[in-house]
């Protein structure tokens, strides 16, 4: 059990490296990960399941204790992320199915890897976790309204799909998982040890299938989504950040927003991209899962040396 923990220990810290790895292989290779394709939503469940099985009421005890800064970064996201994929999209005149998935990426939830990134910033990790849960169990509602909203004048949007795939993808499982740790209490430990190993699992196992069954497309556009995906990532990172400025929270805070808002749950998007438009549709979630891991952990390294703000010196009256 031991080498399965420092395993998983060790999978979890490499985890883009994996992503990215499969990614390329995936890509020259297509043939081999084509089939996984009917893996994606329920590798998807087995993630949320996990994030279920880590979940604890004194996780979101600190939307009690501020619930305007968890309130910031849950409006945040919701409004920069989308806002931004809308912008891009227009502004660099994209193709209907690769427009749909940049908005629809942008409208997903907090990604759980923001939480690790966050931890590894130094920033506030009971902010950061608090709004991860609040805008995962937001998304049934919100996740398709905005899609709705922004995505219909490029491909017709059901909204009532969406949100039936949402609920049966991310919040039963959580659900599922948080009661599984209510019943079986310590033994889930040995578990949640190993949750970082199986979720990277999924998450490539998401991505393989989604560039393999894309791969034709990533060839012709795919420098063309990447240069939105880095861009669309970046100005999350940097207006979540400046939000959190405006708004004077302390650098800690401002580390954990700029995480939460920049970060989205892009196995979400793939998963929700293959099952209601096309597997084009989902190559923004897929390259998004690849960028996201490795501009997060740059960022979270770079945030790591940054010290509190020194305190205003007052002049001395005259």
Known sequence: MR????????????????VLLF???????????????????PMLGVVMFGMGLTLKVEDFA?????????????????VIMPGMAWLLCQLMQLPPEIAVGVILVGCCPSGTA?????????GDLALSVAIAGVTTLLAPLLTPAL???????????????????????????????????????????HVVDVLPLISVISIVIIV??????????????????MAVVILHNGFGFLLGYFTAKVFRLPLAQRKSLALEVGMQNSGLGA????????????????????????????????FRRMTDDPPVQKTAPQ
């Open 147 to 189: 899609i709705w909203l922004l995505a219909s004048a490029w491909l017709p949007v059901s909204f009532g799909a969406l949100f039936w795939s949402i609920l049966q993808v991310v919040v039963v499982p959580i659900v599922l998982g948080i009661v599984a740790q209510r019943m079986l209490g310590a033994r889930v430990r």
């Open 271 to 302: 998963a929700l991209a293959s099952a209601h438009f096309s597997p084009l549709a989902a190559v923004p979630s897929a390259l998004f899962s690849v960028w996201h891991n490795i501009s997060g952990a740059t960022l979270s390294t770079w």
């Open 62 to 78: 600190e939307v009690a204790r501020h619930p305007w800064r968890v309130t910031l970064g849950v409006i945040a996201h919701f």
């Open 23 to 41: 990614a390329i292989l995936a890509f020259f290779a297509p043939s081999l990960f084509t089939p996984l394709t009917v893996a994606i939503v």
């Open 208 to 225: 393989a299938a989604v560039v393999a069954a894309s791969q034709a497309k990533i060839a012709e556009s795919g420098l063309l989504i």
């Open 114 to 122: 923001s939480n690790v990134m966050t931890w590894l910033s130094r």
């Open 3 to 18: 080498a399965f923990i420092l395993l998983s220990r060790f999978m979890g810290n490499t985890f883009a490296l994996w």
